[in-house]
């Protein structure tokens, strides 16, 4: 997660930008940009508008961490014919090539920095998080102020020419912790779903609707769905859940690993690039991240001045983690398609390595795929949806607790469409007195006493 980045190095993905106000459009890197109005209306031609991907914001000091999130799943337009691999044996949307995937990203305001693959998925870590390309899905998670609703048109575009059509899109984010940073058409949900529903290209293919899960008043998750799915047909039988944890306040000594001027920056020798490798590898090894992935590929990524990005995949399914550090919006998130009977493990494990005051967990699955899971703390009782972490050594030498534990305090479910279950809760780190008054008080006699 390229938080806080030098501007000047950074590539069409980045936010640094004055503005514009002749509106005389821009070339960055290759891209050209137009500076409209925020709140314009998209045009009807999606080429000249999305290539543009609206007005471009300056660094305000704090960095969005809350990721939005793309998934768009495709089917073959005609399934008696055979989808024919490339060169390297690849096929469906496995067989976009790096220009295709570059003009999707710049899109969406990203870049790609670094690659890894496996006979199932390629995953790519991007200047603004992550992209995994599947067969016949395409996942896109982008933080910051990036433009990630813009690439849709091009996407089923792209996924047109190899004979698919769109089967299924989800797009989800959490409530954001500074709004006006965002650009066009992401000031608001209902920004971002007028873009959808107005768009010439995106209207007829995606039919869909929108849900807000939580209290508006605190977190909250805005979800749009649009299921085409013919259910004997569908292509992609292994991706059905994704849990994914927001985590914000993370520990203070955790958010240090990732500030990049704390590690050794002048071996004599080293390019630039084996630097960043070298530094990347000893971030993923202090914090314990490759613990939470074990026998996966793993692609890490640190940043200057501060931030982190890793992708990792096992098989068939991908982990990603994005951390922003900044004091008073740090920020860490953890997700997984990972196919387990119980999250709680897992869970436990994310915590014990970033220590948040707080987090936001979502899930989204299928019917079958939520059956599946035996322990859930989305819909396990307010007891034993509590997680009880043990304080790392040099933590609970200094404080004098042992444990920490997370209760739950909010919890919103609901089906869309067909049968797309999403789950929404918050967990909040209980003071460590709570438990001793909580004693304390049902020790007491109740009701009146006679002497």
């Known amino acids: 997660m390229a938080s ?18 002749n509106n005389v459009p821009e070339q960055l890197d290759g891209v050209q940009y137009n500076y409209e109005q925020p709140q314009a209306a998209p045009q009807d031609d999606f080429v000249s508008d999305d290539d543009q991907s609206g007005e471009l914001r300056e ?22 014919a055979h989808d024919a691999p490339d060169a390297n044996g690849r096929i469906g949307l496995r067989k976009l090539n ?33 992209l995994f390309v599947y067969p016949y899905m395409l996942v896109l998670k982008t933080c910051g102020t990036t433009t990630l609703l813009r690439c849709i048109a091009l996407l089923i575009d792209y996924g047109r020419r190899l004979g698919l059509e769109i089967d299924w899109v989800g797009y989800s ?19 971002e ?17 929108g849900y807000t899960l939580g209290p508006l008043t605190a977190d909250h998750w805005f979800v749009f769905v649009a299921d085409h799915t013919i259910r004997a047909q569908a292509l992609e039988t292994d991706t059905d859940r994704v849990l994914n944890m927001m985590m914000f306040d993370i520990d203070e000594d955790v958010a240090n690993i990732f500030m990049y001027e704390n590690y050794d920056s002048t071996r004599k020798g080293e390019t630039k690039d084996e630097e960043t490798k070298r530094i990347s590898r000893e971030q993923t090894t202090r914090c314990g991240i490759d613990s939470l992935c074990p026998g996966a590929i793993i692609d890490d990524r640190a940043f200057e001045p501060c931030g ?3 992708n990792a995949i096992l098989f068939k399914s991908y982990s990603t983690i994005h951390i922003t550090p900044e004091s008073g919006s ?34 989204m699955a299928d019917e079958f795929g939520l059956n599946q899971v035996k322990e859930n703390p989305l819909t396990a ?27 739950r305090s909010s919890v919103a479910s609901i089906q869309v469409e067909d049968d797309c279950c999403c789950m929404m809760g918050t967990w909040v780190m209980k003071d460590p007195v709570d438990d001793t008054a909580i004693a304390t008080r049902a020790s007491k006699n109740r009701g009146m006493s006679v002497s």
């Not at 190095?9 to 004055?18: A, L, T």
């Not at 390595?353 to 987090?359: A, L, Q, S, V, W």
């Not at 034993?384 to 209760?407: C, H, I, L, W």
């Open 173 to 191: 984010r959490k409530n954001f912790n500074f709004p006006g940073d965002q650009a066009f058409p992401h000031q608001s949900f209902h920004q």
């Open 381 to 407: 009782s307010a007891c034993d949806s509590k997680f009880v972490v043990k304080t790392p050594r040099n933590v609970a030498e200094v404080t004098g607790y042992k444990q920490m534990a997370y209760k």
């Open 98 to 130: 790096r220009g295709q995937l570059d003009r999707i990203c710049a899109r969406a305001r990203c870049t790609i920095l670094s690659r890894v693959s496996n006979q199932y998925v390629d995953a790519y870590v991007l200047s603004e998080s992550s």
């Open 308 to 310: 982190y990005s890793m």
């Open 59 to 80: 660094y305000t000091g704090v960095f969005e961490g809350p990721e939005k999130t793309l998934e768009v799943c495709f089917r073959k337009m005609d399934e008696t």
């Open 4 to 21: 806080n980045m030098n501007h000047d190095d950074m590539s069409s993905g980045s936010h640094g930008s004055s503005h514009n106000s």
């Open 330 to 363: 740090s920020y860490a998130s953890f997700e997984t398609n990972q196919k387990v009977g119980s999250y709680r493990s897992l869970v436990n494990n994310v915590l014990r390595t970033f220590r948040p005051k707080r987090f936001v967990m979502t899930l």
């Open 193 to 209: 779903l007028e873009y959808l529903y107005s768009h010439r290209n995106l209207c007829e293919r995606l039919d869909g609707n």
